[in-house]
């Protein structure tokens, strides 16, 4: 199994990077956190990875910090919630923040994450909240890059819009939600403007 990646980024998107190591190109599945950690194409990476395997396919889920591993594989052991919804929870929250909502039983900010109905948000509630106290402990962290605002979709407005529509949504409500989180207060980085524009989803 796969646990860990050092490459050069050839290639990334919201939710997807592509890391070139020895020569091979590994396509790896990353939550919004981390997507915001990553430098320019060409530069070096390093990543810890979940490998999953299936009957059809070996996936790569990567992570910028143990914490966040963490966090996704105590989220794929919630039953209903596999590898791809644990990403967009991940996605949905920052770490400490979800962390926080699953001590404290927040069912209600947890529906606010596209996919996550009320039973799955109680699920992980029920599963999770004694568990994710060990994670708290864990030293993850996010860096942010300033990217030039406008009053319309700008180059960064397009980045947050796109990763909307990786987790699900529909193009023109994550357009209106970009447009309306600006509209409450300009953010300069992607991940704050993201999960501003996520919440406003319903």
Excluded at 5 to 14: D, N, S, V
Excluded at 20 to 28: F, H, L, M, R, T
Aim: charged fraction near 25%; glycine fraction near 8%.
């Amino acid at each position: 199994m796969i646990a860990h990646l050092r490459g050069t980024i050839f290639e990334k998107h919201p939710n997807q990077v592509v890391i070139e190591a020895s020569g091979v190109g590994y396509d790896v599945q990353i939550p919004i956190s981390t997507y915001t950690s990553l430098g320019d194409i060409g530069t070096s990476v390093s990543l810890r990875i979940h490998t999953h395997v299936r009957e059809d396919a070996l996936l790569l889920y990567g992570f910028a910090s143990a914490e966040e591993k963490a966090l996704f594989e105590r989220l794929i052991s919630v039953s209903g919630i596999g590898p791809k919804l644990a990403i967009t929870v991940l996605s949905g929250l920052a770490t400490r923040d979800l962390i926080e909502s699953i001590h404290t039983g927040d069912v209600l900010r947890l529906t606010r994450i596209p996919g996550v109905g009320k039973k799955t948000a109680e699920r992980i509630v029920l599963e999770l909240k004694d568990k994710v106290a060990a994670v708290m402990d864990g030293g993850g962290k996010t860096d942010t890059r300033a990217e030039p605002s406008g009053p319309v979709l700008n180059s960064l407005d397009r980045d947050v819009v796109s990763a909307l529509q990786n987790l699900g949504c529909a193009r023109p409500a994550a357009e209106e939600a970009v447009r309306k989180a600006r509209l409450k207060g300009t953010e300069e980085n992607f991940e704050p403007l993201f999960r501003a524009a996520m919440a406003l989803i319903r």
